[in-house]
């Protein structure tokens, strides 16, 4: 039932429907060397683009789009942008490097669906309700799109991994993207049979997950 000015009962989820959306979010993990080749099928991908498409933004100023990139020789030209930036950011853990360079961090080659997706840093045009004070606004929308997608993909078994090792420069150049356009995120997309049951970089002693508690503040930063 929706009442005249469009609002709807905010009806309780079912205990099964609760534990699912916590299953999504906790069972959601970063994807780089799972990915099985069989294609995505366009339905599903259609699911989870219109999984971002609802996610919220900054004076529903929908800044995104979503590229998909098809064209092999084009992933391969990606792929060498990756491996340059990332050769130089091993060199930023001298300590660890050894383990940094064990890490794989991409799987642009071997997932089925590749997917930038954008912020259009002019969508809506000069001033946009909640963004005149903080123009990051727009970007954090799109992140916002890229979890819902993220967390999307994890229910329907399929896996996604954020790549960021590039210089801005090298994606905008190669997906001919104009200088008003940030790419946010680069995901590798497709089917997986196992996922880690706890991040990959703790898995393999890179980092650890933070325990909650130290996180949660009251009312002021706490003085040094
Ligand atoms: C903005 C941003 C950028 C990146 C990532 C994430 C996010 C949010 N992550 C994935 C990241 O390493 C991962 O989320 C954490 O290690 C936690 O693991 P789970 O996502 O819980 O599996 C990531 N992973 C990777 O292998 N290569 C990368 O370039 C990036 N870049």
């Given at each position: ?15 099964a ?32 683009l ?24 084009l ?12 050769a ?18 991409e ?40 979890q ?22 090298d ?13 946010v ?40």
């Open positions: 039932m929706t009442d005249a000015c469009g609002l709807a009962p905010a009806g309780l989820f079912s205990n429907e609760r534990a699912a959306v916590y299953r999504a979010i906790r069972e959601r993990r970063d994807v780089r060397g799972q990915f099985r080749p069989d294609p995505v099928d366009p339905a599903t991908l259609r699911r989870l219109q999984a971002a498409h609802d996610a919220p933004s900054v004076g529903l100023s929908q800044p995104w789009n979503f590229i998909l990139i098809r064209d092999a020789a992933r391969g030209r990606i792929h060498d942008a990756f491996a340059s930036a990332n130089e950011a091993a060199d930023r853990f001298p300590d660890r490097k050894a383990l940094y360079s064990s890490l794989k961090l799987g642009i080659l071997q997932a089925p669906v590749n997917l930038c997706i954008t912020c259009d840093r002019t969508r809506g045009g000069a001033h946009v309700l909640g963004r005149t004070h903080d123009p990051a606004t727009d970007l954090y929308s799109t992140a916002c799109a890229v819902n997608l993220w967390l999307a993909a994890r229910a329907e078994g399929i896996g996604v991994g954020w790549v960021s090792i590039f210089r801005p420069d994606l905008r150049g190669l997906l001919h993207l104009p200088d008003h356009v940030v790419p995120a680069y995901l590798c997309i497709g089917h997986v049979t196992e996922l880690y049951r706890q991040p990959e970089l703790q898995s393999r002693g890179w980092a650890a997950r933070l325990p909650l508690d130290e996180l949660i503040l009251e009312d002021r930063w706490p003085a040094s």
